[in-house]
Nanobody, 122 residues
Framework: QVQLVESGGGLVQAGGSLRLSCAASGRTFSTYRMGWFRQAPGKERQFVAGIRSSGNTDYADSVKGRFTISRDNSKNTLYLQMNSLKPEDTAVYYC????????????????WGQGTQVTVSS
């Protein structure tokens, strides 16, 4: 059984920073790809950033240059450093993992955390 628990969300002013964490348990994730997704009210869940077991990363265009995804396999923890936050970054942020797949579509991930709220005020 895989469990993911996000933390680090909160309320921040525009231009500020937050770091999200996702603690994984149940399996060794060094060989899994992991991703961050977000869902704003009334919108579909969307890809934010992903990291493969090789360490290669991908980002949505909307967060490139502002967000950084990283992983610490020794701690089974995934991170998302978010800088220069904008009001449009407001959403519930989810981490997800999968041992399979190559793309970053929501449907390609089978394990999800419960989400953490990020609110950016203008």
């Amino acid at each position: 059984q895989v469990q993911l628990v996000e933390s680090g969300g909160g309320l921040v002013q525009a231009g500020g920073s937050l770091r999200l964490s996702c603690a994984a348990s149940g399996r060794t994730f060094s060989t899994y790809r992991m991703g961050w997704f977000r869902q704003a009210p009334g919108k579909e869940r969307q890809f934010v950033a992903g990291i493969r077991s090789s360490g290669n990363t991908d980002y949505a265009d909307s967060v490139k240059g502002r967000f950084t995804i990283s992983r610490d396999n020794s701690k089974n923890t995934l991170y998302l450093q978010m800088n220069s936050l904008k009001p449009e970054d407001t959403a519930v942020y989810y981490c997800a993992t999968s041992p399979y797949g190559t793309n970053w579509s929501v449907n390609s991930f089978g394990y999800w955390g419960q989400g953490t709220q990020v609110t950016v005020s203008s």
